[in-house]
Structures are given as C-alpha cells and as structure tokens.
C-alpha cells in the first residue's frame, strides 16, 4: 500500500497517494511494526508538502523523526530531517532549514546515501538562494545534477535543471534560464511528474514574462493552473493564479486583476500560507488606485 502511494505521488496524483499511505500506516501501527509507521508518516508529510498544506507536513515529520530516532533509523532520520529543512524553507525560515539541511547531508554521507545526498545538496541550494546568494545556490545546485544524473534519478535530474534555471533568472540571465527549464519540462513529461511538469510551465511562464513576452507568459500560467487543479496543489494554484493577476492588471485590466487575486486570496487564506499578505496587498493597492505593482 506504501509502495502504491509512492507512485501515484509520483505521478502527482497526491490525493490517490495520501489515501494509500493512511491506510498503510493503519495497517502498521495494527501490527505494530514502528519503522513502517515512521515510513508512512514521513510519506504524508511529503504528500502534504507537494499539496502545499506545509504546517501539516510539519507535523507528520516530527512524527516520523521521533519514531526514526527511538529505533535507531538513520535513514529515515536523514530523510524526515530533510522534509522539515523542506518545510521551513516554505515558511520563510531559511536559517532554520539550513540547520535541518546540514544534519541530513551528514547523515546522508555518513550511511553512503548517494540519493539522499544529492537531495540535501539540492535543498541547501535552495535554501542560499531564499538569502540572496544564487552563486552558492548554483554550486549546491551543479553538484546535486552531478549525483542525480550519475544514479539516473531523473525526477531530481529536473529538480536541480529547474532551480538553476530560477538561479540564472535571478541573475538576469533569462534565456539560460529559459534553457533549464524546457530540459526540466521534457523529463518531466516523460516521467509523467504532473506536479513537477505544472512547476517547470510556471517557471517558462515567469521568464516570459521577464522577457516582456505576456501572452506567451499568460498561456504558460494557464496551463500551469490547469495542471494544478488536476492534481490538488493548492498552494500553486494560488501562485499562478496570483501571477496572472499581475499581467491582468500589467494589462490594465482591473477587474480581472481583481476576480484574479480574489480567487487566490482565498486558496492562500484557506491553507494558512504566507502569500496570503502578498496578495491582500495587491487589493488593497487595487482599491487605493495604485497601479504600480510590478510583475509577478
């Protein structure tokens, strides 16, 4: 039943996932074995995370990791670390993560987890990046594809292709980036990851619309929404609904704008996620007649 909710996760049908994970993780704690319970709950904790719902993801992970812990699970350890370095990189606490970040790498090198280490080379790269420092960012970034690329783990051979397109899109240099982020949408078309192929449509979306290219942006947001709503990702949903608010009314249409940031409003205050203030100031600006939002 895990094993089933690891791959419609996969295949980003989140909600399918989460279903066969609580029934995994019944069966585990009926038959009292600790380390499949630890297991299921870190897999809806990242279940969650990929939905956008972060605070419960939280709490899944500090669940799993207690578990890990009491039975000397270093894997899992690393692992649940990881998702909650994963989670406060969300919530904006950067500093935290790092901290969640580097005690994962370490495990992960210790036990000569090569996936696990990639990923938290990744995640550290996220993380420089929500400081500012997109050169380090990068560094984590390169060496991260390097183990991905070398194991065949495709899903995060696109992952780490993607953020160094975000990287590259941070220093201005948006056609690099553009370059990153069509190799990222074609593994992940041809993994089938609906959740990372919505992701890489919106990154080609806010490139366009750097370029000054808005109805390519706009129909690159579209289909990034319409694959959201496909697979329940609420949080990004919001995110591109939020984005095409901000063309609608680069545009001067306000009352698009408006029903735009309203819907997204809504979602964000639904999942108790910080982009709600973002987007509350949006309408406020709107109803004071400040048209000078800059874009998304």
Same mark, same amino acid.
């Given at each position: 039943?895990? #094993?089933?909710?690891? !791959?419609?996760?996969?295949?980003? @049908?989140?909600?399918?996932?989460?279903?066969?994970?609580?029934?995994?993780?019944?069966?585990? $704690?009926?038959?009292?074995?600790?380390?499949?319970? =630890?297991?299921? %709950?870190?897999?809806?904790?990242?279940?969650?995370?990929?939905?956008?719902?972060?605070?419960?993801?939280?709490?899944?992970?500090?669940?799993?990791?207690?578990? !890990?812990?009491?039975?000397?699970? $270093?894997?899992?350890?690393?692992?649940?670390?990881?998702?909650?370095?994963?989670?406060?990189?969300?919530?904006?606490?950067?500093?935290?993560?790092?901290?969640?970040?580097?005690?994962?790498?370490?495990?992960?090198?210790?036990?000569?987890?090569?996936?696990? @280490?990639?990923?938290?080379?990744?995640?550290?790269?996220?993380?420089? !990046?929500?400081?500012?420092?997109?050169?380090?960012?990068?560094?984590?970034?390169?060496?991260? %594809?390097? &183990?991905?690329?070398?194991? /065949?783990?495709?899903?995060? @051979?696109?992952?780490?292709?993607? #953020?160094?397109?975000?990287?590259?899109?941070?220093?201005? @240099?948006?056609?690099?980036?553009?370059?990153?982020?069509?190799?990222?949408?074609?593994?992940?078309? =041809?993994?089938?990851?609906?959740? #990372?192929?919505?992701?890489?449509? =919106?990154?080609?979306?806010?490139?366009?619309?750097?370029?000054?290219?808005?109805?390519?942006?706009?129909?690159?947001?579209?289909?990034?929404?319409?694959?959201?709503?496909?697979?329940?990702? $609420?949080? #990004?949903?919001?995110?591109?609904?939020?984005?095409? /608010? %901000? %063309?609608?009314?680069?545009?001067?249409?306000?009352?698009?704008?408006?029903?735009?940031?309203?819907?997204?409003?809504?979602?964000?205050?639904? &999942?108790?996620?910080?982009?709600?203030?973002?987007?509350?100031?949006?309408?406020?600006?709107?109803?004071? /007649?400040?048209?000078?939002?800059?874009? /998304?």
């Amino acid at each position: 039943m895990g #094993n089933l909710g690891s !791959a419609y996760a996969d295949l980003g @049908e989140v909600r399918l996932a989460i279903e066969y994970y609580e029934t995994a993780l019944e069966v585990a $704690r009926e038959i009292g074995d600790c380390r499949g319970e =630890g297991n299921r %709950l870190g897999n809806l904790g990242s279940a969650y995370i990929d939905l956008g719902e972060v605070r419960r993801a939280i709490e899944y992970y500090e669940t799993a990791l207690e578990i !890990a812990r009491e039975i000397g699970d $270093r894997r899992g350890q690393g692992d649940w670390l990881g998702g909650l370095g994963l989670s406060y990189t969300y919530l904006g606490e950067v500093r935290r993560a790092i901290e969640y970040y580097e005690a994962a790498l370490e495990i992960a090198r210790e036990i000569g987890d090569r996936s696990g @280490e990639g990923t938290r080379l990744g995640n550290l790269g996220l993380a420089y !990046a929500d400081l500012g420092e997109v050169r380090q960012a990068i560094e984590y970034y390169e060496q991260a %594809l390097e &183990i991905d690329r070398e194991i /065949g783990a495709r899903r995060g @051979e696109g992952v780490w292709l993607d #953020n160094l397109g975000n990287a590259y899109a941070d220093l201005g @240099e948006v056609q690099r980036a553009i370059e990153y982020y069509d190799a990222a949408l074609e593994i992940a078309r =041809g993994i089938r990851d609906r959740h #990372n192929e919505g992701n890489w449509l =919106g990154g080609l979306g806010n490139a366009y619309a750097d370029l000054g290219e808005v109805w390519r942006a706009i129909e690159y947001y579209e289909t990034a929404l319409e694959v959201a709503r496909e697979i329940g990702h $609420r949080c #990004n949903e919001g995110i591109w609904l939020d984005n095409l /608010g %901000l %063309l609608a009314e680069e545009q001067g249409d306000l009352a698009r704008a408006r029903k735009l940031w309203e819907q997204a409003l809504r979602i964000f205050e639904d &999942i108790e996620d910080p982009y709600a203030e973002r987007v509350r100031d949006w309408l406020a600006a709107l109803e004071e /007649g400040d048209a000078d939002f800059g874009t /998304g």
